[in-house]
């Protein structure tokens, strides 16, 4: 189920959470029940990848158990390589022989085997724990909580991809300490941005976007069409996934956790390097902490550090999608940010406005490639983008543009909304629960839009 819809808001999240609430002195019993919870919500999707969660969270526990009595290193590369060999059958197979076929001119047989929902981030918070153990900075946990840590629904589908240290500890402390009442009133707030955000205006840019980038398979397109069709996709990929990040955080705090941030205006960033440090941010960490950094980092020179920075980055492509325009995406934000750390090495400086219209620029044309279906149709988009094709067009839902970019640049991230910005008072209140109820009745019009990450 997804989190704006009314089965959840209505049903599921009501039931959950009075009876969490029951139970809340007894840390086994409201543990046990989060996890019946979650596994609900998971196989909710489809029952038939729940034992597939399951397997690696049991797995993954019962390999770093036997890791701690044998200390083989040997233990922790299988558990991994087991993750991330499921992980890579449910979601490149088929890419794979893809390119084997385009490479070979053969007609392979393809698996077709549906993409488990989330299989992406539970897998990454597994092997973070992994990676982790082996070097000595996890601690050995208990069944239960290692099992809810794997398992949490707030941040199961789609993250922010938490880490071990930062979730399993909170599940010990009494939901009814101190704070308990600014965490409820702040969880609420929070999910009800991330469900306005969602509705009101990711979800009404996507028909916008979806038409253009559809035109740009079969025709040029004119110079507004094609900057309405990429802002349109930037602002919607943003306020979709941040969207998605807040609810989360939200209903976390609700039963008394706090969850990670995960994005921090990135579109106000003034340098590619300083996007990536507000995009995505639980992704960026690992990736840098588990990749980045073991390959060598800035630490060894520069043709380390462009080595280490095209791999991390191509592989954070592949991440988001079993396609070469991905790589492509991501080998093109590598190759950005070896320029940017050249740049910045050298002492040159840009003005502030320059240096973020310039990443804006380099961001947004990397987002065609990311939208793009195939690489043609990319190239049509940018061509268009440049005024190539000679043609001018229009400006496409110019309004829901202009909110969408205030909306982006102008509210905090979660995380300082909640520790600096949000002041509880009955106006806050009574606007928060006005603004919900109308984005309920709205998603009761038509079946609720999946989020984007989705599919990652």
Not at 40 to 49: C, V
Not at 177 to 197: D, N, P
Not at 235 to 248: I, K
């Amino acid at each position: 189920m997804l989190f704006q819809s009314q089965e959840f808001v209505l049903v599921f999240l009501p039931i959950v959470l009075a009876g969490y609430w029951l139970v809340a002195g007894s840390p086994s019993v409201r543990q046990w029940l989060l996890i019946l919870a979650s596994l609900t919500f998971y196989g909710w999707w489809d029952i038939r990848f729940l034992p597939l969660l399951i397997a690696h969270a049991v797995l993954t526990w019962l390999l770093a158990g036997l890791y701690r009595r044998l200390h083989r290193p040997a233990i922790i590369t299988l558990a991994i390589v087991l993750n991330l060999g499921s992980l890579a059958t449910f979601k490149y197979a088929d890419f794979f022989v893809r390119t084997l076929e385009d490479l070979a001119r053969l007609d392979l047989p393809r698996n077709d085997i549906l993409l488990p929902i989330g299989i992406s981030f539970f897998t990454f918070q597994l092997i973070s724990y992994l990676i982790d153990l082996r070097r000595g900075t996890a601690p050995d946990y208990p069944f239960r909580t290692f099992f809810l840590f794997a398992t949490f629904f707030p941040q199961l589908i789609a993250g922010p991809i938490v880490r071990h240290n930062e979730l399993i500890d909170q599940f010990a402390l009494d939901p009814r300490r101190e704070g308990v009442h600014f965490r409820l009133a702040a969880g609420s707030v929070l999910f009800t941005l991330g469900f306005a955000k969602k509705v009101f205006l990711a979800d009404r840019l996507a028909p916008t976007v979806d038409a253009l980038f559809l035109r740009a398979q079969t025709e040029a397109l004119g110079f507004l069409d094609a900057w309405s069709a990429t802002l349109g996709f930037s602002f919607q990929l943003f306020l979709d996934f941040s969207a998605y990040s807040e609810m989360a955080i939200g209903l976390a705090l609700l039963f008394g956790f706090v969850l990670p941030e995960n994005f921090n205006r990135p579109y106000l960033a003034t340098s590619l390097r300083d996007f990536w440090r507000r995009w995505h941010i639980t992704l960026s960490r690992f990736l840098r902490d588990y990749l980045y950094i073991p390959i060598g980092g800035s630490r060894h020179g520069p043709a380390v550090y462009a080595l280490a920075t095209l791999v991390t980055m191509g592989l954070c492509g592949l991440w988001h999608g079993a396609g070469w325009t991905f790589v492509a995406w991501g080998l093109m934000h590598g190759v950005g940010l070896i320029v940017c750390h050249a740049w910045q090495k050298s002492g040159l400086v840009l003005p502030a406005a320059l240096g973020w219209a310039a990443t804006m620029l380099f961001v947004a044309f990397g987002w065609i490639l990311f939208r793009s279906p195939d690489f043609a149709t990319a190239w049509s988009m940018m061509q268009a983008a440049l005024g190539a094709t000679g043609s001018l067009g229009e400006v496409h839902a110019a309004a829901l543009l202009i909110l969408a970019a205030a909306v982006a640049v102008i509210i905090p991230s979660a995380h300082r909304i909640m520790d600096r910005t949000l002041v509880p008072s009955r106006l806050v209140a009574g606007a928060a629960a006005f603004v919900l109820a109308v984005a309920i009745l709205e998603v009761g019009n038509a079946p609720p839009a999946a989020f984007i990450y989705f599919q990652f």
